[in-house]
């Protein structure tokens, strides 16, 4: 089992950066694909990121592709979302995710983090 707590959320305005965290408690972190979805009111949680154990793999969506950056450090149990060009439609609530394969993390399965709000405003 693995708990997850995710880190660096806030308000920017559009254009700008940030660098999402993950924690990861244990000592199987390296076991895991780990992953990175959103959340945005009213609608349905998507995916953005994922990268393999080694971190030597990494997926996106067509969304955060050219913008996003996500990269892992196995020595401090942590998963990072690098996210620049910000716009007003990246505005969710985003959610590490912890699977067992890469297709558990495609089917959402594994364990999650409590989110972190990012606002982007215009």
């Known amino acids: 089992q693995v708990q997850l707590v995710e880190s660096g959320g806030g308000s920017v305005q559009a254009g700008g950066s940030l660098r999402l965290s993950c924690a990861a408690s244990?000592?199987?972190?390296?076991?895991?694909?780990m992953g990175w979805f959103r959340q945005s009111p009213g609608k349905e949680r998507e995916f953005v990121a994922a990268?393999?154990?080694?971190?030597?793999?990494?997926y996106y969506a067509d969304s955060a592709k050219g913008r996003c950056t996500i990269s892992r450090d196995n020595a401090k149990n942590t998963v990072y979302l690098q996210m620049n060009s910000l716009k007003p439609e990246d505005t969710a609530v985003y959610y590490c995710?912890?699977?067992?394969?890469?297709?558990?993390?495609?089917?959402?399965?594994?364990?999650w983090g409590q989110g972190t709000q990012v606002t982007v405003s215009s």
């Open positions: 995710n912890a699977a067992s394969t890469t297709r558990g993390v495609q089917a959402m399965e594994g364990y």
């Open positions: 244990g000592r199987t972190f390296r076991t895991y694909v």
């Open positions: 990268i393999n154990r080694s971190g030597g793999t990494t």
